[in-house]
């Protein structure tokens, strides 16, 4: 009887280790460290907008590469040092103040669901607000500035996979092509393998500065009603 109790215990314990690898979402920080005592910490970005919403099977924006790609479109006023993206899903039980809550994300606040991430962050040609139309935005020219797939500095999926993404990039001023000027942005998301993107999801753009005006939406007319 000792022997059975003792495999009931250690078969509980596996169990509880492998459904509770959430961790909480730590503080966004920059490509900028601080060494404070014998700890060097990254210094938290100023500026953090978020977004919290849901993917789902079908309404995916674009098929790149065999991969179902989904976009978060993402206004900056003003020339940026510095842009951060992290994404994380499932968003959970995770309070995130002041963000954008879409109503997928309302709908399915509850699901269970989640997917392994995978983010890009784009930069498009057009630095106008009035230029912006979902006409212009399908020709417009998108160059990926950076891409990330697996970050350790996120928290771990239910599964205890470190397969939420993080990406930090610093504006080349000497390229053109490659500075964050003023102009329209977007993160691009998917998952590692390809197939179905399911899950709710929570997704932040930030900054080491204040970027007043920054507007992040889901879609084209959204993003346009809150320029």
Known sequence: MKTKILIALAI??????????????????SSVEKKIG????????TDVVSY??????GNEDEVKNGKKF????VWVPA??????VRMMSPVGKTKIKGATSSKAYEDNAGSKDYFDTYVTLERSDIISKDNISEAAVKSANWVILKRNDDSGEMPKQP?????????????????PLKALTVG????????????EVKGTFLAQVAAPIKLP???????IVDLKKGL
Not at 184 to 195: D, E, Q, V
Not at 213 to 219: D, E, S
């Open 159 to 175: 599964s205890g996979s470190t397969y939420n993404s993080l990406l930090r990039y610093k504006s080349q001023a000497g390229d």
């Open 38 to 45: 014998p700890k060097t910490i990254k210094v938290p970005y």
């Open 70 to 73: 989904y976009y978060i479109y």
């Open 12 to 29: 509980l314990a596996f169990g509880s280790n492998s459904t509770t690898h959430a961790q909480k979402l730590k503080k966004f920080g």
């Open 79 to 84: 020339v940026a040092p510095e842009l951060g």
């Open 52 to 57: 919290l919403g849901y993917a789902a099977p």
């Open 184 to 195: 329209l942005y977007r993160i691009g998301f998917t998952t590692y393998k390809r197939g």
């Open 213 to 219: 005006g920054v507007v992040m939406a889901k879609t």
